[in-house]
C-alpha cells in the first residue's frame, strides 16, 4: 500500500492511464480485425475502407505507446500487401 501521498497520487494516474491505454489498444485490435474480416470474405472494397481507418489508429497507438513504431508501419504494411492481393 502506498504510504506518501506522492505514491497514492502515482497509482491513482496509473489507473486513469491504464483505462485509456485499453481503450486505445481496444480501437486498434478492433480496426485490424474489420480489415481481416473483411479480407476473409473477399470484399475488397470494404477491406480498402477499413484499411483506410485501421491505418491511423495503428499509427496513433504507435504515438501514445501502445505498439512500437516498426510494429504499427509492419501492420499496416502487411495488411496493405493482402488488401491489394484481392482479386
Do not use: F
Not at 474480416?37 to 475502407?49: F, N, P, R, Y
Not at 496513433?60 to 504499427?72: C, D, P, Y
Amino acid at each position: 500500500m502506498a504510504n506518501t501521498s506522492s505514491a497514492k497520487k502515482a497509482t491513482r494516474v496509473a489507473a486513469r492511464r491504464a483505462v485509456i491505454n485499453k481503450d486505445r489498444t481496444s480501437r486498434v485490435r478492433t480496426s485490424v480485425r474489420k480489415v481481416e474480416e473483411a479480407l476473409s470474405a473477399g470484399d475488397k472494397a470494404a477491406a480498402e475502407a477499413a484499411l483506410r481507418a485501421a491505418e491511423p489508429e495503428l499509427m496513433r497507438g504507435a504515438q501514445k505507446g501502445i505498439l512500437h513504431k516498426n510494429a504499427a508501419a509492419r501492420k499496416v504494411s502487411r495488411l496493405a500487401k493482402r488488401v491489394k492481393a484481392i482479386k
